[in-house]
């Protein structure tokens, strides 16, 4: 078992940044990849970034030059650094972690992007 908490979410202008971080606790010796997924009101949860055990990342193409995934293996965290951001961009953040193909989630943390 994996668990997630993250932190960092709130409320910004448009054009700002926001840094949040997830601390992951229990069986992290398994986690083979950490992302970083989001929920707007009304759409589909979807991916924002990803990263793999040996550094290789994915991201969604809305996020290309802006959002970065970064993580401490030693301290079992991943941030997310967002940078120039859209209102568009005001959704739940959700921690992820993979375990062989299990998905485990954080609460979320809400970020909003006022315009």
């Known amino acids: 078992q994996v668990q997630l908490v993250e932190s960092g979410g709130g409320l910004v202008q448009a054009g700002g940044s926001l840094r949040l971080s997830c601390a992951a606790s229990?069986?992290?010796?398994?986690?083979?990849?950490f992302g970083w997924h989001r929920q707007a009101p009304g759409k589909q949860r979807e991916l924002v970034r990803t990263?793999?055990?040996?550094?290789?990342?994915n991201y969604a193409d809305f996020v290309k030059g802006r959002f970065t995934i970064s993580r401490d293996t030693a301290k079992n965290t991943v941030n997310l650094q967002m940078s120039s951001l859209k209102p568009e961009d005001t959704a739940v953040y959700y921690c992820?972690?993979?375990?062989?193909?299990?998905?485990?989630w954080g609460q979320g943390t809400q970020v909003t992007v006022s315009s």
């Open positions: 992820t972690a993979v375990v062989r193909s299990r998905y485990y």
């Open positions: 990263i793999d055990n040996g550094g290789h990342t």
């Open positions: 229990g069986s992290t010796f398994s986690i083979n990849a």
